[in-house]
């Protein structure tokens, strides 16, 4: 059963802190990881990574993948209060079209 | 675009009533999910479309839960009959299929089902 692991369950910082989270995950025929943040709404997709695009950075945002240790990290720079949300990791395996989402991270950034 | 449109946005109802949750996906997307999300659970999914076809329900729990996908447009979610542990946000999410695999999943609002 693939599993998909996320840590730390929750944390909670200061404006302008940096932030790393973590996704573990055992799968077979591993194909792509992604990142969503969710607000108290829907989750809004933030990067997807594969085999061939294995780093990711958008504003204040980044991700990598390291597919022979199978985990990814987020970060967050200079962190804002609108950071403040659950941030899910997926993970797409070939041949099925399905993702398997881990817990999720809880994120609390206070002013 | 309007993105993934799901409604109601809420819905209370009592144990044993019929519920039906809709879904209408990003036009041009093949591919259509349904989840579930709870505290306890997180975010699972119940099962997936792809050009209408369920391919996948592996994930809906039991008989009560049943979904159809009747055009590229439509899709419902129904329960019946209710329960309390029901109670879930239920998103309907829907993507497109590349050569390389699904791009990312677009999620709906979600509909807040509490079953009393």
């Known amino acids: 059963e693939d599993k998909v692991v996320q840590s730390p369950l929750s944390l909670v910082v200061h404006e302008g802190d940096t932030v790393t989270l973590n996704c573990s995950y055992e799968v077979t025929n591993f194909r792509s990881l992604l990142w969503y943040k969710q607000e108290k709404k829907a989750p809004t997709f933030l990067f997807m990574l594969?085999?061939?695009?294995i780093e990711k950075k958008s504003g204040r945002l980044s991700s990598i993948l390291d597919k022979k240790e199978l985990f990814s990290i987020l970060n967050i720079t200079a962190t804002q209060t609108g950071d403040s949300a659950v941030y899910l990791c997926a993970v797409g395996v070939a041949n099925d079209y399905k993702l398997s989402f881990g817990a999720g991270t809880t994120v609390t950034v206070r002013a | 675009d309007a993105g993934v449109i799901q409604s109601p946005r809420h819905e209370v109802t009592e144990m044993g009533q019929e519920v039906t949750l809709r879904c209408k996906p990003i036009s041009g997307h093949d591919y259509l999910f349904w989840y579930r999300q709870t505290m306890m659970r997180g975010l699972e999914l119940l099962i997936y479309?792809?050009?209408?076809?369920?391919?996948?329900d592996s994930g809906m729990p039991e008989d009560r839960f049943s979904a159809k996908m009747p055009n590229a447009s439509f899709s419902t979610l129904k329960i019946q009959p209710s329960e309390p542990r029901d109670s879930a946000v239920y998103f309907c999410a829907s993507s497109l299929l590349w050569t390389g695999g699904l791009y990312e999943q677009y999620f709906g609002p979600g509909t807040r089902l509490t079953v009393t």
């Open positions: 594969t085999s061939s695009g």
């Open positions: 479309f792809n050009n209408n076809v369920p391919i996948d």
